[in-house]
């Protein structure tokens, strides 16, 4: 869809919602949030693989790498509500290493979508797991829903976690122990 045809919808949907949609304030609103959204869901147009495979480097190194606090914001899909917070990824590598900020645009491009935490969080896992093959991949994401928040739906303060662990922090306690310890809040 165009960004004029995103500002069409826009202006509709304010003429809907506000008693005075032509007031000046609202007069550029419909071309902002069409900016906006776009900004926001610019991960549609972005390739993970490409991201990855630009930036993988052989390395005998087996011991786990952990990127934390990757700041990340999101939509989710439900709401096209924002929900924010921070990602820890974990992985340890089978000869193949990637950049370090590859991970962190690795998340960013999956965040700049519509979302939901559980699949953002699967797909960041398996984008790894695919394209480095390694000993084990773990992530886990903390987030605030706005939609929750605003709408009061939930508790006012409640943080939701997901996680995806795969090989060696699915099967060996200590490894995951280790991650674990390793992301916990300071
Ligand atoms: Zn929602």
Redesign the pocket.
């Known amino acids: 869809m165009s960004q004029s045809e995103v500002e069409a919808h826009v202006a509709a949907i304010l003429r809907a919602i506000d008693p005075e949609p032509e007031r000046e304030g609202l007069e550029r609103t419909p071309m902002r949030v069409a900016r906006a959204l776009a900004y926001l869901t610019k991960g549609y147009a972005q390739d993970p693989a490409s991201v990855i495979n630009g930036a993988l480097f052989t390395e005998p190194y087996s011991e786990m790498i952990v990127v934390r606090d990757i700041d990340f914001f999101s939509l989710?899909?439900?709401?096209?509500?924002p929900?924010f917070g921070q990602a820890h990824v974990a992985y340890i590598p089978r000869e193949r290493i990637v950049g370090i900020s590859k991970v962190a645009r690795l998340v960013e491009v999956y965040a700049r979508r519509l979302q939901v935490q559980e699949r953002l969080t699967t797909q960041i896992a398996e984008t790894i797991e695919q394209h480095l093959s390694p000993l084990g991949v773990a992530v886990v994401l903390e987030a605030e829903?706005?939609?929750?928040r605003m709408r009061g739906i939930e508790k006012q303060n409640s943080i939701v976690v997901t996680s995806a662990m795969h090989g060696a922090f699915q099967t060996n306690s200590k490894t995951r122990e280790e991650f674990m310890t390793l992301v916990r809040p300071r």
């Not at 829903?145 to 929750?148: E, G, I, P, V």
């Open positions: 989710c899909e439900h709401h096209i509500l929900f829903h706005l939609c929750m």
